[in-house]
């Protein structure tokens, strides 16, 4: 089943299946492998926002990527695994990493991975992609939590550290820092970061007075759609990032903080820190000439009073639609959790 040829004496021409075979399973040697090919995956298909979700259980690694990129259709969400399937019959390239457009990347991730699988996809709308992977066999670096960081030799800067996963999504990151924004952390972190993302893109007035087309929708945004922690639970679990309910209500609460992108992290983490001495000296300076200036980080702290009269403000406005709708004109709460502002107005019909 193997051979198309024997040729005696042990010398065989193997059958076209088997060379890909072998050579997909050469191709791929460690987890740190499959995240570049997922992440160059996710740029050709066009993603601005990239979410790589790491974590670890015994001996399996899991891998979840998220996208906000072109998508893949329904009937081709199996057949991308199968060898010489591509999307980039004509803009095929060589990168840092390697030819890119062969056909053979998510080929030779499903030959060397427990799973590999499309959670969920929408033309135009993103795509979902997890990984396991058994590391008694597929390998990676011992030390997967140091965070690379930037050393000086003769005036120019070099990324250092273990090339464990975090360094390769974050040396591809640093590379495409120009158009795709790369979040990674674990399953908890992505949720929080999507959740969070999704509610800055979309308005405040949409998601509470307006019916959206979730259909049209990045599935990247999705998250904030949920009205509660079971749907958020649900929601994640549909795009493969399995949190508990307790994670999702502390999520929507703010307990947990998103991710900065990893270019951002790179900037305020990974260049020399200035000894005392030093003041304002260049290796402290030069991750602003190269990178993102920080983005605000501290939280608003907005005050019982004006919280007060902001819900008196929403209790106005709520009372023109109250009357047009025989609703009772049911006092709003109004609370702040976290780095947002949280709505709740009970609908009870007014029966006088």
Same mark, same amino acid.
């Given at each position: 089943m193997r051979v198309e040829e024997d040729f005696g004496g042990g010398f065989v021409r193997l059958k076209s299946s088997e060379a890909e075979k072998r050579q997909a399973a050469q191709d791929i040697r460690s987890s740190e492998d499959i995240v570049v090919e997922l992440l160059r995956n996710s740029r050709d298909a066009g993603a601005k926002n990239i979410y790589l979700s790491m974590h670890k259980e015994g001996t399996e690694r899991i891998l979840v990527i998220l996208d906000d990129g072109s998508g893949i259709p329904a009937d081709m969400t199996k057949r991308i695994f199968q060898p010489r399937v591509t999307s980039k019959l004509d803009s095929a390239h060589l990168d840092k990493w390697g030819m890119h457009g062969r056909g053979m990347a998510l080929y030779s991730i499903k030959v060397n991975a427990q799973e590999a699988a499309v959670c969920r996809s929408e033309p135009g709308r993103g795509a =979902?992609? +997890?990984?396991? %992977?058994? %590391? %008694? $066999?597929? $390998?990676? +670096?011992?030390?997967q939590s140091s965070f690379p960081y930037f050393e000086e030799t003769e005036g120019t800067y070099s990324m250092r550290g273990p090339k464990n996963i975090i360094r390769n999504a974050s040396e591809f990151a640093f590379d495409c820092r120009k158009g795709v924004n790369v979040y990674c952390g674990s399953p908890t972190e992505i949720a929080s970061t999507l959740y969070a993302n999704g509610l800055a893109r979309i308005p405040a007035s949409h998601r509470l007075f307006s019916d959206i087309d979730a259909a049209n929708m990045s599935l990247t945004d999705l998250a904030a759609l949920a009205e509660d922690a079971s749907s958020l639970s649900a929601?994640? =679990?549909?795009?493969g990032l399995v949190i508990s309910e307790r994670s999702a209500r502390r999520i929507m609460d703010g307990e947990i903080a998103p991710l900065p992108t990893l270019v951002e992290r790179l900037a305020h983490e990974s260049f020399p820190k200035p000894s005392a001495s030093e003041g304002h000296a260049e290796s402290a300076t030069v991750a602003s000439t190269i990178l993102p200036a920080a983005p605000p980080s501290s939280k608003v702290a907005i005050s019982q009073d004006d919280l007060g009269e902001f819900s008196a403000a929403v209790a106005a406005a709520f009372s023109h639609l109250a009357k047009k709708y025989y609703l009772a004109d049911t006092e709003p709460t109004v609370t702040q959790r976290g780095h947002a502002i949280q709505i709740k107005i009970e609908l009870v019909r007014d029966d006088q």
């Open positions: =979902a992609i +997890k990984v396991v %992977t058994d %590391t %008694t $066999s597929v $390998s990676e +670096k011992a030390d929601c994640l =679990a549909d795009l």
